[in-house]
């Protein structure tokens, strides 16, 4: 039983609203016969009140992606409701877009940077060795994402898109790392880590070393056996 | 009974020592050819380490170092397996002017001894006899025994070089004798310690990282000493006492070899 009254109250909600209405063209046309009627009762304020609220219409949300979004100005005192909700809304979204948007950039410059960093780094170490461009291509097209054409997607996909980039690239790091270290890896590339001629004048001295250790070892060896040669020739000597 | 007795090339010390120490027996053929009592024989030098004198006590000394030398096996084997050895540390004979620079070497020569006899003790065999060649014993030994080996024949080379006599104070036939002896173990005891280092340097890239480490160490030490054997041999080609022909050439030799730059351990950076 209790249920009934709100959806009674709804309906009556409905009917006095279209009877405001109605009210509203009979009163511009026959101001004279509605006087009797407005004046009178509860009922008629309660209609008088309902004709100064601003019938519901639907909110359409400027919501276009744009390089960089500009603070929109404060709602005037007179807006109510929902049209300041939706300005806030906007300035909220607004701003956090314009961040995501921004850590995207660094994030991919931040990557290409790296890129050419290790690339440097190669260069120098091989000196002048020819570095197999493709590769390294082919790996900073991986991270950075194959980006898809910009017209074809709408606000809500590019932003979800620069947003997947840079949780790809930098949110993680653990997963960088790893990355790191498998681009580091000998097995990454076919390039030699270190070029043949560094790798022997590195063994060089090593070897050389032992080399010079192992004649020591002669010499000691010859040199006690003169010594013990020589003992004996005297005891031999003395008998 | 002193044409008996192996000769360096410094009679008279030898003479001397049999003399006083042992009346006229000849201590090497009493060791090898009868089953006379080592531990008898042992016993009585020991007692004579207690004289005032700088000469007795020098003398008991080379004796002991001859007979561990050249003497049976026996000899070297009761004196590791002996409780205490010598107990000289604090020699010191003050009745000669020179007993203050002799008592000095008698206290670091029987040092020498004790390490020698602790070592034949901790390998069962004296590193100075042992085989050498690419088939001996330091070069064939596994990793982990080669690592314990090196350090024992580290602290008794030490102990060797730490006698550091110079040419003007081997003034008489006892410390000359003494200086001699050392020098024959000098060579043989570096020539174990370099084979045990080359065989080191083989295994290394094979090794455990706590067995590396030990091993660089080792290695690091072992450059070290080998400069100090570089000066011991500048002081017996100097003194030039051992009859051996070309003995000067082959200390030269061995010096520049021993002093040639060689591989050099890399910086610890802290």
């Known amino acids: ?239 | 009974p002193s044409s008996r007795i192996q000769n360096f090339g410094f009679e008279n010390s030898f003479c001397i020592l049999m003399l006083v120490t042992v009346s006229n027996l000849d201590l090497i053929q009493y060791i090898n050819e009868t089953n006379r009592s080592v531990e008898h024989l042992v016993d009585v030098l020991f007692k004579k380490t207690g004289s005032r004198s700088w000469v007795v006590v020098f003398k008991v000394l080379v004796t002991v170092h001859h007979l561990m030398v050249h003497g049976n096996e026996r000899f070297i084997q009761h004196l590791a397996s002996r409780n205490s050895l010598f107990t000289l540390h604090n020699f010191l004979d003050k009745s000669v002017i020179e007993g203050y620079t002799m008592s000095t070497f008698i206290r670091r020569y029987s040092r020498y001894l004790n390490e020698k006899s602790l070592a034949y003790r901790m390998m069962a065999s004296d590193i100075t006899k042992t085989k050498r060649g690419l088939d001996g014993m330091m070069r064939t030994m596994n990793t982990t025994d080669l690592l314990n080996t090196l350090l024992v024949i580290q602290t008794q080379f030490d102990a060797l070089l730490n006698f550091n006599a110079n040419p003007e104070e081997l003034t008489n036939g006892i410390v000359h004798a003494a200086f001699m002896l050392l020098f024959k173990d000098s060579l043989r005891l570096f020539a174990a310690y370099n084979e045990g280092i080359l065989n080191l340097l083989g295994k290394y890239f094979d090794m455990k990282k706590s067995q590396c480490k030990d091993s660089l160490d080792i290695y690091i030490k072992f450059l070290g000493r080998t400069t100090k054997l570089a000066q011991f041999l500048k002081v017996a080609e100097v003194y030039k006492s051992i009859s051996i022909p070309g003995f000067s050439v082959f200390c030269i030799r061995l010096v520049s070899n021993i002093t040639t730059p060689r591989l050099l351990p890399p910086h610890k950076h802290t």
């Open chain 1, 1 to 239: 039983m209790a249920s009934r009254w709100p959806a009674v109250r709804v309906s009556m909600r409905r009917r006095s609203l279209q009877d405001r209405e109605q009210l509203e063209e009979s009163e511009v046309l026959q101001p004279a016969v509605g006087h009797l009627e407005t004046s009178s009762g509860t009922l008629g304020s309660l209609c008088r009140e309902f004709q100064r609220r601003l019938p519901l219409r639907a909110v359409s949300l400027n919501l276009g992606a744009g390089p960089s979004w500009k603070r929109l100005k404060t709602p005037e005192p007179g807006q109510q409701g929902l049209q300041a909700a939706a300005h806030s809304a906007k300035n909220a979204f607004g701003a956090m877009s314009q961040r995501i948007q921004e850590s995207c950039q660094s994030g991919t410059k931040w990557l290409v940077e790296t890129q050419v960093k290790a690339r440097r780094r190669k260069r120098e170490a091989q000196k002048g060795s020819s570095v197999p461009a493709r590769s390294l291509n082919q790996r900073s097209t991986r991270l950075s994402g194959t980006a898809p054409a910009r017209s074809t997607l709408g606000p809500w996909e590019r932003e979800r898109h620069h947003h997947s980039t840079q949780r790809g690239s930098r949110a993680h790091p653990l997963r960088r790392s790893r990355r790191e270290a498998a681009f580091q890896s000998p097995y990454s590339s076919a390039e030699p880590l270190c070029s043949p001629s560094e790798s022997d004048s590195d063994l060089e001295p090593v070897g050389a070393g032992i080399q010079h250790l192992q004649k020591l070892s002669q010499e000691l060896d010859e040199a006690i056996t003169a010594e013990e040669s020589s003992d004996m020739t005297v005891s031999l000597l003395r008998d």
